[in-house]
């Protein structure tokens, strides 16, 4: 993953200066590029990752043995499409124009989020626009899952976020592996309709969600 991000600041694609040819196609086209990418995220295996630890993942075709990306997860089971990409746009819900952190994935009410990477649950909550809401450390890297189904509880002064009709209990602080499921697709917050928000940063910085699903998949930028 390292390489991948050395690589986008070699090219500046996280600072706006995109290539010339990149830059056209997502103006004209906004998720065409990646539409190929997720068609074969469906069947879910056990991997061993490079620490020796058996990983549950999507392996899609199109990801090969030598892709360091190859044990992450794509992150929402019955993905209908992309309703709204990362970069600047006209907010659905206020109408005025906004920056949009993340990337959004469609998929009906109740489908099944699974966790991007293996890493740490670092916070949760349920009272913002982005509703009921899990992030995951993952070394330098964090993901966040928004509008998902169920609230946050306190228990013996534990957070938890709790979806009991999907069988979900997320403890803050747990360790999750790629591939598990940690929420499903719902509609709290500020939301038009059912779909996954999904944010990523790196040392604190946005990343496009998009550059990563390229990578993950093989896709040539």
């Not at 050395?6 to 196609?25: D, I, M, V």
């Not at 920056?99 to 949760?124: C, K, Q």
Request: hydrophobic fraction near 40%; proline fraction near 5%; charge should be positive.
């Amino acid at each position: 993953m390292n390489s991948f991000w050395g690589t986008c600041r070699q090219k500046h694609w996280l600072s706006g200066n995109l290539p010339k040819s990149l830059g056209k196609k997502r103006r004209r086209r906004p998720f065409i590029v990646l539409l190929a990418l997720v068609l074969a995220s469906s069947a879910l295996t056990i991997g061993l990752a490079p620490n020796n630890q058996a990983t549950a993942q999507y392996a899609p075709v199109a990801t090969s043995s030598g892709n360091p990306w190859q044990y992450a997860s794509f992150p929402v089971e019955n993905f209908q499409q992309y309703t709204s990409g990362f970069g600047p746009r006209r907010a659905p819900t206020a109408g005025a124009s906004t920056f949009h952190n993340g990337l959004d994935l469609a998929a009906p009410l109740g489908s099944y989020i699974r966790n991007w990477w293996h890493g740490t649950v670092v916070e949760m909550s349920d009272h913002t626009g982005c509703g009921t809401m899990v992030r995951i450390q993952s070394g330098a890297w964090q993901h966040t899952y928004c509008h998902l189904m169920g609230r946050v509880e306190v228990h013996q002064g534990q957070r938890y976020l709790v979806d009991r009709q999907g069988g979900i209990v997320l403890q803050q602080g747990q360790q999750v592996v790629a591939g598990m499921r940690i929420g499903r697709v719902g509609m709290t917050g500020r939301t038009t309709g059912p779909h996954l928000h999904w944010e990523l940063r790196h040392n604190g910085v946005l990343v496009d969600p998009a550059l990563v699903l390229q990578a993950m998949y093989g896709g040539a930028i």
